[in-house]
């Protein structure tokens, strides 16, 4: 799972994990080959409105807290 930090074109979007793909080296992707949740990173928003670059660390406790809320409502996350 991964969140999208930029946008390139109207094609192409940034994605980085905090883990495997940190946020100094994202992962350029073809939207077309993206699967959404429909889950918005409002915190990760506001800090790239701001201005800041948010930190690997953000990212991956989103993440974590994102996979154990869907755990919890039954849905599986990978």
Do not use: C
């Not at 192409?12 to 699967?35: C, S, W, Y």
């Amino acid at each position: 799972m991964f969140i999208v930090v930029g946008i390139v074109n109207d094609r192409f979007v940034t994605l980085a994990d905090g883990d495997l793909r940190k946020i100094e080296n994202p992962k350029v992707k073809n939207i077309k080959h993206i699967q959404f949740t429909g889950t918005r990173a409002d915190e990760i928003v506001a800090i790239i409105n701001s201005g800041e670059i948010p930190g690997n660390h953000v990212l991956r406790k989103y993440l974590k807290n994102i996979k154990t809320i869907e755990a919890a409502n039954g849905k599986e996350v990978w």
